[in-house]
């Protein structure tokens, strides 16, 4: 019953859906579950890299970013007043 709650849960889950076939004893369903959850994770991790890779596209924005963090560090570390750091900014 357990791996049966396991199964069904994990092709809910990942949205592979509830196809005309399907495991029929224990043994396909073990194997049907993890291959469900690898497939899962592989397309987690692609859909991350894609992400990452989309959000690095803009190099002018990513060199903006970084000089306004290192910008707002110095000023932080030397102490500045608050309306002297909004008028640099």
């Not at 692609?46 to 002018?60: A, E």
């Not at 924005?61 to 640099?88: C, G, P, V």
Request: some cysteine.
């Amino acid at each position: 019953l357990y791996l049966t709650c396991m199964y069904f849960t994990s092709y809910t889950i990942t949205s592979v859906g509830y196809g005309d076939i399907g495991p029929v004893n224990t043994v396909e369903m073990m194997i049907c579950t993890v291959m469900i959850i690898i497939s899962g994770l592989s397309w987690a991790v692609v859909l991350g890299q894609v992400c990452g890779i989309v959000s690095n596209l803009d190099t002018d924005e990513q060199t903006f970013r970084s000089t306004m963090d290192e910008l707002n560090l110095m000023m932080h570390d030397r102490a500045m007043r608050k309306d002297m750091q909004r008028r640099i900014r």
